[in-house]
């Protein structure tokens, strides 16, 4: 029964479950470190997504479909950085904000630009191709899991430990954390708390905008309305849960990605699919309840030593 459950077909699965959550987080992470809370990472996953869909349906190419998303990400996370760094405002109600926007803008702009309602599916739009890796593709279970998937996984997966040495081991790095953690003390050292905010922020929107693209031209080359389904939501979590550490978010993500096929294949063995679909989230809940209370265990071990 558990070989049934868990075998390679699962873990494929889980691993496309996880690359668009696991890019949006990353991004989130990058806004954490900067000190600004970023939110909005559903809504600009769903933009990316719609948008990734409209340019490699208008070009037939993926690759401006790609940079149709990031660009879409981008423009949405600039409203963001504007409107919390700029003009202080509340991140958590802009962000909010900005989700609804989303939502509304890409169910409205669909009947507008392609005349349907629901899903647009057509074979003008051209998906990501699988790329494997020789010799490494070929090794059981990791092969066809890890090194036969889209470009955009293994930008994901190179992500975690570049931005590792970014944040940890680089000058630029440490002042981003610096204006995080301690905005006045790095604006003595000549360091611009704005300056760092809005390119985090905007890295964020670039990395959620290719969390969309996957979405929608890697996973199922089609877009539906709110196709997202808290993706974004679950990447917040993440970035909180992963303690915005790169390999912690992306352990994270790999959780909840795991819960989302296990769902599905819960789902194929006719559990009802209100049950399936509860899973990821019911997880997250789980997860987060366990950190928090590891945290303040930790906390009290701390304060009495």
Known sequence: MFEQIFDAALFDSATRAMIPILLAA????I????GVFQIALEGIMLAGAFAAVAGSYLAISWTLGVVFGIAAGMLISLALAYGCVTRRGDPIVLGIALNLLAMGLTGFLLPQLFDVRGVFQHPRIDGLDRI???ILSDIPWIGPVLFDNTILTYVALLLVPALW????RTPVGLRLRGVGERPLAAETLGVSPTV??????LASGALAGLAGAQLSLGNVVQFAENMSSGRGWVAVVAVMLGRAHPVGVLAAAALFALAEALGFRFQGNGLPVQI???LPFVVTLLALIIARKR???LLDLTTAA
């Open 165 to 168: 040495v970014f944040l940890f």
């Open 26 to 29: 990353l991004g989130g992470m």
């Open 132 to 134: 494997a890796i020789p």
């Open 196 to 201: 760092y905010k809005y390119g985090a922020v």
């Open 276 to 278: 399936t679909d509860a």
């Open 295 to 297: 945290f303040a265990r």
């Open 31 to 34: 806004c954490e470190r900067a």
